[in-house]
């Protein structure tokens, strides 16, 4: 137990990177997310087919293979350019996430809108508004509910695929938790057991809080 008072301070520092990465990553993907969704639903072949390509790539791979493309592949070519200081860790592992989960959060905003009936649109149209206030007026505010779980279950899941950036050396709560273990392989146990313990706190709050919101959406509606 000696060891692990020696580290949690760096196992919180871990967790701080972690939620960082979230915190930044996420709301990129929901704006990706939504672009990719609507680009989707465009009776456009040149805005559908893009988009549909690079759904179904993104969420076909691996994470991992994506973010060695991003750190090597794309570092690689900003060696070039003289902009090898842009592909660090931070930024690999923010874009990767980001990337990755724009992908499945377009679905999910996709199936949210398919949630509203067709008649709604079909009304807000006849009554003069314009496909864009139909859209932000009628169908998105009525989506959102629906689309609020999924939402949760994936920043859920991003806490937990974070873990991916300590292969490319990005200081998140798994790198720290390696790098203790490693140190004390021998009575690695409450290393282990801080580091699920940081996970709970950083995930189970997010999770009562956007089901607060949600209940408080619905009711609304």
């Known amino acids: 137990m000696q060891w692990l008072l020696e580290a949690f301070p760096a196992f919180l520092v871990g967790a701080r990177n972690t939620l960082i990465y979230c915190v930044v990553s996420f709301p990129i993907a929901l ?23 690079f759904i179904e790539v ?11 493309l991003l750190y090597y ?21 923010i874009a990767t996430l ?11 905003f996709r199936a949210g809108f398919l949630s ?18 139909n859209f932000f007026r009628i169908v998105l505010p009525q989506a959102i509910p629906f689309m609020i779980p999924p939402f949760v279950n994936d ?16 200081t998140e709560l798994t790198a720290v938790l390696s790098f203790w273990v490693s140190r004390h392989g021998s009575n690695s146990l409450p290393g282990y057991v801080l580091a699920i313990a ?12 956007a089901r607060f919101f949600e209940q408080r959406l619905r009711a609304a509606l």
């Open 31 to 53: 704006v990706l997310g939504l672009l990719l969704a609507l680009m989707s639903n465009s009776p456009f072949v040149w805005l559908k087919t893009p988009a549909r390509v």
């Open 58 to 68: 993104v969420r076909s791979t691996p994470i991992l293979a994506q973010m060695f």
């Open 73 to 93: 592949g794309v570092g690689a070519v900003l060696v070039q350019f003289n902009l090898s200081s842009i592909d660090n860790a931070w930024s690999a592992g």
């Open 98 to 108: 980001a990337l990755n989960y724009a992908a499945y959060e377009a679905e999910v």
């Open 116 to 133: 509203v009936e067709k008649g709604q649109t079909e009304a807000a149209l006849s009554l003069g508004l314009t496909p864009w206030q």
């Open 155 to 170: 920043f859920i899941y991003m806490l937990k695929d974070s873990a991916i950036v300590s292969v490319i050396a990005g």
């Open 198 to 209: 940081l996970y709970l706190i950083l995930s189970l709050p997010t999770s009562y809080v």
